[in-house]
């Protein structure tokens, strides 16, 4: 008996011992992680790392839990190449709604090759308002459904600042519910083209100019898209449709620390496009204060601007900025009925913090306001 209450004790007093190293540890872990980030004591020509919790709330979602991640690094750890980045976001909501998305744009040595995209896996509910610009302020049906959205670009410098190479995207959007707004009565909806769900395949070229260093806070430089991409049944596409898209944006540096944004962004379809790929007017890129997916139809025009403050001049604190936008845009049926009537606008504010000072890098909280009300926006990296 003795000596299973020695053994015993000698147990507690290990195990005692090992948590409170283990604390200890992590405790100095975790200091050790706040203190790299927000004193930025990395070499810059090293990769960077930041993984941090994310908290939100929707009607739609309820409560929203996740983590959200950053990798930046150059290529060889050569600072003269360009800065690339990968970004994951994963999240799941009391509502059994869950995602993992990933976007990036990676630069290999020397820039001869830029491999640009996105991927998103979910299941989320979409808003459908309908088709076309002058579709109602309230969504008449809300779309529950599963998401796989790739969209990859292999480009190859074939001149300073210029890449031509070939761009696919495949889409799949299953288990397609359609439920009715309360006022509304699902049985009496026109039914967009493929609501009953598809997969869609589209292959194509793609022409890049980009001259940017740091695509997460370009301070001067320009960017310019041009991409066609087909999907086609004979490749396993549900419908056969072709998009074509422009993307062109252009900074300029103003006096030490400010810098004027623009972009002009058009999207062309033709063919037979289901509704979730149509063109959609919205989200956190451009058109902020719009659901995404708040105005949908065959084309769309839109253009903004904005003026960033990087940082303000305090005298307390070289890492905060400032940034107001503004921004206007269409959705329209065919390219002939084009016209400047029943545009939407939209505009707001919003401020940075230096998350990266070694490598420019802003954290933004944006708070954007249209004529429908405010749409608020936490990320890292300006929204173009």
């Known amino acids: 008996m003795n000596k299973l209450k020695n053994f015993l004790s000698k147990a507690i007093f290990i195990t005692t011992l090992l948590l409170i190293t283990e604390i200890a540890y992590s405790q100095n872990f975790v200091k050790k992680y706040i203190n790299s980030i927000v004193n930025d004591t990395s070499?810059?020509?090293?990769?960077?790392?930041l993984i941090y919790p994310t908290v939100a709330y929707a009607p739609e979602t309820s409560w929203e839990f996740g983590l959200s991640s950053l990798l930046v690094f150059y290529a060889k750890q050569d600072t003269t190449n360009r800065l690339s980045e990968v970004n994951g976001f994963t999240f799941f909501t009391l509502e059994n709604q869950y995602g993992l998305w990933f976007d990036h744009a990676i630069y290999s040595d020397q820039d001869k090759?830029?491999?640009?995209?996105?991927?998103?896996?979910?299941?989320?509910?979409?808003?459908?308002h309908g088709i076309g610009i002058n579709?109602?302020?309230?969504?008449?049906?809300?779309?529950?459904?599963?998401?796989?959205?790739i969209k990859e670009r292999l480009l190859r410098k074939v001149k300073k600042n210029l890449f031509v190479g070939l761009e696919m995207d495949f889409q799949h959007l299953s288990s397609v519910d359609f439920v009715a707004a309360e006022d509304s009565n699902i049985e009496q909806l026109p039914l967009p083209l493929g609501n009953q769900g598809s997969t869609n395949l589209g292959f194509g070229i793609g022409l890049v100019h980009d001259n940017r260093h740091n695509v997460l806070n370009v301070r001067k430089g320009f960017f310019s898209e041009l991409a066609l991409l087909h999907y086609n049944q004979s490749w396993g596409s549900s419908y056969d449709f072709?998009?074509?898209?422009?993307?062109?944006?252009?900074?300029?540096?103003?006096?030490?620390?400010?810098?004027?944004?623009?972009?002009l962004l058009g999207q062309f379809n033709s063919g037979n496009v289901p509704f979730n790929q149509l063109a959609l007017l919205g989200g956190e890129s451009?058109?902020?204060?719009?659901?995404?997916?708040?105005?949908?139809?065959?084309?769309?025009?839109?253009?903004?601007?904005?003026?960033?403050?990087l940082p303000i001049p305090f005298s307390f604190t070289d890492r905060i900025g400032a940034a107001i936008f503004a921004g206007a845009g269409k959705v329209f049926p065919e390219i002939r009925s084009f016209d400047l009537s029943n545009i939407v606008v939209s505009g707001g504010a919003g401020i940075r913090f230096l998350l990266f000072p070694k490598k420019d890098i802003y954290t933004r909280l944006d708070i954007a306001f249209t004529n429908e009300g405010p749409g608020y926006y936490l990320f890292i990296g300006e929204s173009f």
């Open 113 to 128: 090759w830029f491999l640009l995209g996105r991927l998103r896996f979910q299941s989320f509910p979409l808003f459908y």
């Open 286 to 309: 451009i058109m902020r204060g719009y659901y995404y997916g708040r105005y949908r139809d065959r084309n769309q025009l839109a253009a903004q601007i904005e003026y960033r403050f």
């Open 242 to 263: 072709t998009s074509v898209v422009s993307d062109t944006r252009l900074y300029r540096s103003v006096g030490k620390n400010n810098v004027f944004a623009a972009q």
């Open 135 to 149: 579709s109602p302020e309230k969504y008449i049906a809300r779309v529950d459904a599963n998401q796989i959205f």
């Open 43 to 49: 070499d810059i020509s090293k990769p960077q790392f």
